[in-house]
């Protein structure tokens, strides 16, 4: 199956700072990534619709300029969580579409801000 | 708005006691429904996709059903590695979001 690798897949920082977290296709190029937000034992929140060379298409509620999301390449799309504080702790997963219309899935960051 | 809804919550299972888990949902215009694993400290693995009520697909100890209402994901003799949390989401026609069940958590003691 096609690849998907998310880096870190753990970081720890203070509160204040602001994390990037990358999402890569590694065997296939991405024209459409998704970045979505998970809680324990909750299900995956989709936060926003990241589109190669266009702005990212946010989800109701979800603060833009908290999150910010840059689609670079066909196969790279970052997530910089800025001033980042404790509530803003997750397990943040990507999926990227193939041509063929399958998602796959990163494997998940887990942001931790003391 | 779609919803998906799945049960039970938890499962625990015996090793080589078969059971199924249920996924139901809303959406208005199904284009596929998408069965995932996913195991602790994880992102989902696929599994499966589901286009049209009828539909069944396998793969190993796993076999996924749809109905116009419901999915149902078979587990078939589970073993302990089967033990994982699994995801059921759709795909409404009109969009290209995945709107996510909350998930069942399977535990298959040995």
């Known amino acids: 199956g096609a690849v998907v690798s998310q880096h870190p897949s753990r970081v720890i920082c203070k509160s204040g700072t602001s994390v990037k977290i990358e999402c890569r296709s590694l065997?296939?190029?991405?024209?459409?990534m998704f970045w979505y937000r998970q809680f324990p034992k909750q299900s995956l929140m989709l936060m926003a619709t990241s589109n190669e060379g266009s702005k990212a298409t946010y989800e109701q509620g979800v603060e833009k300029d908290k999150f910010l999301i840059n689609h670079a390449s066909l196969t790279l799309s970052t997530l910089t969580v800025t001033s980042a504080h404790p509530e803003d702790s997750s397990f943040y997963i990507c999926?990227?579409?193939?041509?063929?219309?399958?998602?796959?899935f990163g494997e998940g960051s887990r942001l931790t801000v003391l | 708005e779609d919803q998906v809804t799945q049960s039970p919550e938890a499962l625990r299972l015996q090793e080589g006691e078969s059971s199924s888990l249920n996924c139901s949902y809303t959406v208005s215009g199904l284009r596929g429904l998408f069965w995932y694993r996913q195991d602790p400290g994880k992102g989902p693995e696929f599994l499966f996709t589901?286009?049209?009520a009828g539909e069944e697909k396998e793969k190993e100890r796993l076999k996924a059903t749809l109905t116009k209402k419901e999915s149902f994901l078979h587990i078939t003799a589970p073993k302990p590695e089967d033990s994982a949390t699994y995801l059921c989401?759709?795909?409404?026609?009109?969009?290209?979001?995945?709107?996510f069940g909350a998930g069942t958590t399977v535990t298959v003691r040995a």
């Open positions: 999926s990227a579409e193939k041509e063929t219309g399958e998602l796959f």
């Open positions: 589901l286009y049209s």
């Open positions: 989401a759709v795909q409404a026609e009109n969009d290209y979001k995945l709107s």
């Open positions: 065997d296939f190029q991405a024209t459409t």
